[in-house]
Each structure stands twice: as C-alpha cells, then as structure tokens.
Nanobody
C-alpha cells in the first residue's frame, strides 16, 4: 500500500511557475510508474505526465515543453515543475502510482494509488 500526499499548489499569474511535490509513504516508489493528472471543474481527470520506474518520461501535448516531471527515489518524492503557466492549466492536480511497470498508462483508471490533490489556479 502506498500513501501519496501532494503539495505546492497555489495561485499564480499567467506565465508564472509552480513546483508540485508528491510525497510517498508506505512503500518505496522504485517499483512504480508515477503519474500526474489534473481535473478541472466539470471535466474528467486528464493525464499530464508520467515518469516510469526507469526514468522515461511522457507528457500530454498541452504541457509538453512547459512541464517537467522528475523523481527522487531516495527521498520517495515525485515532482512536477510547471513553467509558463496558462489559465487553462487551472485544475486540481493529483499524483498517482501504478505498480504495473511493464506498460506505461495514460488513463486515470489504470493507476491504483492516488493523493488527495492540490489546487492550481492561474489567473489571466
């Protein structure tokens, strides 16, 4: 069982930056693919980025070139650096863990463990 806690959200102006953190406890993250998803009001939870157990990274087209996902297995942490933020990035951001490392998934229902989410609001 893995417990995930996100932090780092907040209010930022267009063009600003935020760094989200996801702290894990219960088990080491070494054996998990770790993803970030986001959910805006009235919309489904959407894929943002994933980093595999072997440090391969994948991004949604909407954030490619602006967001960077990283992990620190020694600290059991996952990060999402968000630059050049836009109002359409406003959402609750969730960290998720997938123990199936044979396949990289981009849909929320494939992930087994979730944090409580952190709100990101980008003002225009």
């Amino acid at each position: 069982q893995v417990q995930l806690v996100e932090s780092g959200g907040g209010l930022v102006q267009t063009g600003g930056s935020l760094r989200l953190s996801c702290a894990a406890s219960g088990r080491t993250l070494r054996g998990y693919n770790m993803g970030w998803f986001r959910q805006a009001p009235g919309k489904e939870r959407a894929f943002v980025a994933v980093i595999t157990w072997s440090d391969r990274t994948y991004y949604a087209d909407s954030v490619k070139g602006r967001f960077t996902i990283s992990r620190d297995n020694a600290e059991n942490m996952v990060y999402l650096q968000m630059n050049s933020l836009k109002p359409e990035d406003t959402a609750v951001y969730y960290c998720a863990a997938d123990p199936d490392t044979l396949t990289v998934y981009f849909t929320a229902h494939e992930y087994d463990y979730w944090g409580q989410g952190t709100q990101v609001t980008v003002s225009s």
